[in-house]
């Protein structure tokens, strides 16, 4: 996502909405969520570059 909004710019807007819905892979809280994509999933010191709202219900 985050080579997508850097290629498009403000042609394209992502937004991230954390969901426990799809096999359970989000079960953390919002911070617990940024330090995981940060650390382990994907991991590399990853920081989203779009919003990343509060985990939700998406369906």
């Keep these: 996502m985050n080579e997508l909004v850097s290629r498009y710019g ?9 969901s426990n819905q799809f096999g359970h892979q989000e079960n953390g809280n919002g911070e617990e969520i940024l330090n995981a994509l940060e650390h382990v999933r994907p991991g590399k010191g990853f920081k989203p570059k779009f919003p990343l709202f509060e985990k939700c219900d998406v369906n």
């Design 10 to 18: 403000d042609k394209l807007v992502v937004l991230g909405f954390p």
